[in-house]
């Protein structure tokens, strides 16, 4: 069988990491002597048996008769909509350098095309935290509360997997910079991601 892998995502340009689930998805069907292919554009989708699908943000866009093609398999965060039992649940995906905060400096900077929404500056957080901090960092939000220490360690272990000093180029006031600190945060925070989301998905 001749399968499509399609990260909409990627196609949309709203991300440059890989979609883990179209990965073990890919595995599958290649360890069963399938022919997988990722395409790069919904065109190709004629010339294969099956497709899969998936995006992971709400915002990217799929065209919906690509999605109403009956071989066409899809799924993903980004297919929930307003109401569904994923909004309510009590936790959201955040950025961790906000992204009002970063599209400003990027404005300032001028700095357009920077990956403002990449995998590695995302995380999940309970939502009143998300509501509450605003633009800051978990460290500028909780610094000077009660508990502080205790708060920061807890979001550290099991949800960010980050360290204070991983955000210090927020503070740099030049754009050459405060860009190469961005993609170093993102390449060492990717880094502590893979092994965790291998684990995690190799639990499935």
Same mark, same amino acid.
């Given at each position: 069988?001749?399968?499509?892998?399609?990260?909409?995502?990627?196609?949309?340009?709203?991300?440059?990491?890989?979609?883990?689930?179209?990965?073990?998805?890919?595995?599958?069907?290649?360890?069963?002597?399938?022919?997988?292919?990722?395409?790069?554009?919904?065109?190709?989708?004629?010339?294969?048996?099956?497709?899969?699908?998936?995006?992971?943000?709400?915002?990217?866009?799929?065209?919906?008769?690509?999605?109403?093609?009956?071989?066409?398999?899809?799924?993903?965060?980004?297919?929930?909509?307003?109401?569904?039992?994923?909004?309510?649940?009590?936790?959201?995906?955040?950025?961790?350098? =906000?992204?009002?905060?970063? =599209?400003?400096?990027?404005?300032?900077?001028?700095?357009?095309?920077?990956?403002?929404?990449?995998?590695?500056?995302?995380?999940?957080?309970?939502?009143?935290?998300?509501?509450?901090?605003?633009?800051?960092?978990?460290?500028?939000?909780?610094?000077?509360?009660?508990?502080?220490?205790?708060?920061?360690?807890?979001?550290?272990?099991?949800?960010?997997?980050?360290?204070?000093?991983?955000?210090?180029?927020?503070?740099?006031?030049?754009?050459?910079?405060?860009?190469?600190?961005?993609?170093?945060?993102?390449?060492?925070?990717?880094?502590?991601?893979?092994?965790?989301?291998?684990?995690?998905?190799?639990?499935?």
């Amino acid at each position: 069988m001749k399968i499509g892998i399609i990260d909409a995502d990627l196609i949309d340009g709203k991300t440059r990491h890989p979609n883990l689930a179209l990965m073990k998805i890919s595995k599958y069907f290649k360890d069963k002597n399938n022919q997988v292919e990722l395409l790069l554009s919904y065109n190709q989708i004629k010339d294969y048996d099956l497709i899969f699908l998936s995006r992971v943000f709400t915002f990217t866009y799929v065209p919906k008769e690509v999605i109403e093609i009956k071989k066409v398999k899809y799924g993903g965060t980004g297919f929930c909509p307003d109401g569904d039992e994923l909004h309510n649940l009590p936790y959201e995906i955040e950025h961790l350098c =906000s992204k009002k905060y970063m =599209s400003k400096m990027i404005q300032g900077f001028d700095l357009e095309g920077l990956p403002i929404s990449s995998f590695a500056n995302l995380c999940l957080l309970k939502k009143e935290l998300n509501n509450a901090k605003g633009e800051k960092t978990i460290y500028e939000y909780y610094k000077g509360k009660d508990n502080e220490t205790e708060k920061i360690k807890e979001l550290e272990d099991k949800y960010t997997f980050t360290q204070s000093d991983y955000f210090k180029f927020l503070e740099y006031d030049n754009a050459k910079d405060f860009k190469a600190g961005y993609e170093e945060f993102l390449k060492n925070r990717w880094q502590i991601l893979q092994p965790k989301l291998k684990d995690a998905f190799d639990r499935l």
